[in-house]
């Protein structure tokens, strides 16, 4: 089909991996997993290497007055790690490429590392290079390597699954909220609690590994639930329905007193708010593990769908596009 | 030593990486090489894993008028590439990270990720995955990884070596003064190598490997031969000494031609020009192969020296360094 003519389409995260896949696309030897799931796995000898990369940038991801230069490395290492995380695999060691500002002082990258080595400790995934450069605003681009002898994938889902939450989905959202509304309180253990999440989350990596073997399919909760949820279908070809009645015995504790401080409700900060890397996962009921909450359930179909608590369904659509926004 | 009252260091690139290596530096099981050299090696069985990152920031390293989006995606990717070469390693995959400014389009996606593709093949080099975020200028940020049984590092040149130059230096600042100053010749074959050497260059991977087990340390030129020298001289604790009357010998043909056109001295463009990702190497003398020109030699000592046809010599500054400009 020609292009000639067609006005040029708005570019989206969707549309750029798909531009993506399709550039880079080929399948290579020794290429199990390419573009298109939390991270690629590449097979060498009898290992599997799965490997990721992901890029947080000033204004687009956070602003430096949300959060401390030491919060930006800690939570930018682990939303990398977070991808192997999905895949259920073991770190074995990182790469940072930082793009820094004018003006950012020697001390200022002291503050940025130590909490980007925080989160390292934590993970038990060194740092072991990168690379500096002059860029207009502050990026912190990191990219994680592992293994695992099975990686989990988005792929796996099938009809007669469970869906399962592991970890909170919207404290972070919340936190940043409550934050920038001036809403915090001091000592307040619930708004702490949130904007915690907001600034250090942490990748289920335990979690993660424990699911291998036990879960079917997987994903982070970066962008939000229904958004995940919905590469899950996508990946799976199968339809994931999110249950409400579910899915509010599922959230976090202080996420609906939060929520009514924020005006807002819980349900939707849970499913459209990101940036806490919760898993979502599915597998058979039998095997669900005490750590995972069921959410809703796989059945065939397409895309992500919403159950209220009456009965009614509806197309899941939302989440936080950062490259749309 | 207290750092309270002191005036803030401007940062470097030097100081930069010092200050990496000082927050991440702590030794790990499996991780060979860390921060400092062309890039990591980690141990997994009887591999050796051989990992780098290259980040290309729009203004920084590029401007869009000098190159269209295709040469930005090739020269990016060989860029990373460049550092397997230096170490000898083969490589197995890739992983790109963009930053796209508001603005870019689907189509000028697709012309970028063709010209990684294009160098992808070229290297043998799949694409595997990669991360689009929104950011204020075009950044391409390409993580590689390799094999290699025996990684070449920076670190291994001896008193008695000779330094010996792998590819041409030069050409890409030459081609890329002529393009900026307007003095670029249609149909003259010198100038258009010189802007091929700046907007396509190669990493030169095939002769990398062959010097594995024959060279005893090897640099790729990013930032110019002078600066590179003086990495090797550093991370090997000897002196570097490149001899004037040796290197004239190896200058690329169109080099002297073209730098008279520039007003610029050839030598310099030589020492200071960078992104031709020539490899430095030393070896011993009767080790050296056939595509390997002798450039200078290695003594006891610190530092790079510049030893003129005069029999003078004088410590060897420059280079180019993208994070002060």
Same mark, same amino acid.
């Given at each position: 089909?020609?292009?000639?003519?067609?006005?040029? =389409?708005?570019?989206?995260?969707?549309?750029?991996?798909?531009?993506?896949? $399709?550039?880079?696309?080929?399948?290579?030897? #020794?290429?199990?997993?390419?573009?298109?799931?939390?991270?690629?796995? &590449?097979?060498?000898?009898?290992?599997?290497?799965?490997?990721?990369?992901?890029?947080?940038?000033?204004?687009?991801?956070?602003?430096?007055?949300?959060?401390? +230069? *030491?919060?930006?490395?800690?939570?930018?290492?682990? !939303?990398?790690?977070?991808? +192997? !995380?999905?895949?259920?695999?073991?770190?074995?060691?990182? /790469?940072?490429?930082?793009?820094?500002?004018?003006?950012?002082? #020697?001390?200022?990258?002291?503050?940025?590392?130590?909490?980007? *080595?925080?989160?390292?400790?934590? %993970?038990? %995934?060194?740092?072991?290079?990168?690379? @500096?450069?002059?860029?207009?605003?502050?990026?912190?681009?990191?990219?994680?390597?592992?293994?695992?002898?099975?990686?989990?994938t988005r792929g796996g889902a099938r009809?007669?699954d469970?869906?399962?939450?592991? #970890?909170?989905?919207? /404290?972070?959202?919340?936190? +940043?909220?409550?934050?920038?509304?001036?809403?915090?309180?001091?000592?307040?253990?619930?708004? +702490? $609690?949130?904007?915690?999440?907001?600034?250090?989350?942490? *990748?289920?990596?335990?979690? #993660?590994?424990?699911?291998?073997?036990?879960?079917h399919a997987?994903?982070?909760?970066?962008?939000?639930?229904?958004?995940?949820?919905?590469r899950i279908a996508g990946a799976s070809a199968c339809?994931i329905?999110?249950?409400?009645?579910?899915?509010?015995?599922? &959230?976090?504790?202080?996420? @609906?007193?939060?929520?009514?401080?924020?005006?807002?409700?819980?349900?939707? /900060?849970?499913?459209?708010?990101?940036?806490?890397?919760?898993?979502? @996962?599915t597998?058979?009921?039998?095997?669900?593990? =005490?750590?995972? $909450?069921?959410?809703?359930?796989c059945?065939?179909?397409?895309?992500?769908?919403?159950?209220?608590?009456?009965?009614?369904?509806?197309?899941?659509?939302?989440?936080?596009?950062?490259?749309?926004?």
């Amino acid at each position: 089909m020609s292009r000639r003519g067609r006005a040029p =389409r708005r570019l989206d995260e969707t549309e750029a991996v798909r531009l993506f896949a $399709r550039a880079f696309g080929t399948p290579a030897p #020794g290429i199990e997993l390419g573009i298109g799931d939390d991270a690629a796995v &590449l097979a060498l000898g009898r290992e599997r290497l799965v490997w990721t990369v992901d890029g947080q940038v000033e204004k687009t991801h956070f602003e430096r007055a949300w959060v401390t +230069l *030491a919060d930006v490395g800690f939570r930018s290492f682990q !939303a990398a790690v977070s991808d +192997l !995380a999905a895949m259920g695999a073991r770190p074995l060691a990182a /790469l940072s490429a930082l793009s820094l500002p004018r003006g950012f002082s #020697g001390k200022d990258l002291e503050r940025l590392a130590r909490g980007q *080595a925080e989160a390292a400790r934590a %993970c038990r %995934c060194p740092i072991v290079g990168g690379n @500096v450069a002059r860029g207009p605003l502050l990026s912190v681009t990191t990219s994680v390597l592992g293994t695992a002898r099975r990686p989990l994938t988005r792929g796996g889902a099938r009809p007669g699954d469970e869906v399962w939450l592991v #970890g909170d989905v919207g /404290l972070a959202a919340a936190g +940043l909220a409550l934050f920038q509304s001036g809403r915090m309180r001091a000592r307040d253990r619930a708004s +702490l $609690r949130a904007y915690t999440a907001f600034r250090r989350p942490r *990748a289920l990596l335990a979690r #993660g590994m424990a699911l291998v073997g036990v879960a079917h399919a997987a994903i982070d909760v970066s962008d939000g639930l229904a958004l995940d949820a919905g590469r899950i279908a996508g990946a799976s070809a199968c339809r994931i329905v999110l249950e409400q009645r579910a899915l509010e015995r599922a &959230l976090p504790a202080p996420l @609906v007193a939060l929520a009514e401080r924020l005006g807002r409700s819980a349900l939707d /900060l849970a499913l459209t708010g990101g940036e806490d890397y919760a898993l979502v @996962v599915t597998g058979a009921a039998r095997q669900r593990p =005490r750590f995972a $909450r069921r959410i809703g359930r796989c059945e065939k179909g397409r895309g992500a769908v919403w159950e209220s608590a009456d009965g009614s369904s509806r197309p899941l659509a939302g989440g936080f596009d950062h490259f749309a926004s």
